[in-house]
């Protein structure tokens, strides 16, 4: 029996349900949801909301209706396949596309390892973030 695949649905995005690790940080649903944002997931992709939002190589191209919250499918794999080739400095696996903003530091982590070490992300602008040594806020 032949099966007729809507591209289009195939492409679409939803809320993951499964166990299905995300494929920049690897990991799956956390029990804070400001560890990694949301799960999404379509028939080729898994992958965390912030995890994408604060990659160094991940860029809004689309509108917001489209793939990812306009993030589009051909950026996601890019994200990703740029993954399989950066480590992550705090746990040592593959995947660490988030880059420290402060000019010249070359920290590279996971958003899940860098919210968890209380590394600093802005989720306002450029969606900027610091390693602890790049830190902006007042250390009152």
Known sequence: EMIDLDIEESRKFTLSVD???CQL????????????????????????????LFSNQG???GEDSEGLFGFLIQN????????????????NNKGGTVLCSRKGC???FHFPCGY??????????????YCAKHDTRSKA
């Open 19 to 21: 166990e299905v690790p």
């Open 25 to 52: 940080c690897g990991q799956t649903k956390t029990m804070d949801i400001l560890e990694s944002g949301k799960l999404y997931r379509n028939c080729d992709l898994s992958i965390h909301y912030f995890c994408l």
């Open 59 to 61: 860029h809004q191209k």
């Open 76 to 91: 996601i794999n890019h994200v990703v396949n740029s993954g399989n080739n950066l480590i992550c400095n705090i746990c």
């Open 106 to 108: 070359r920290s590279r």
């Open 116 to 129: 968890l070490n209380n590394f600093l992300f802005k989720f306002t602008g450029a969606f900027k973030a």
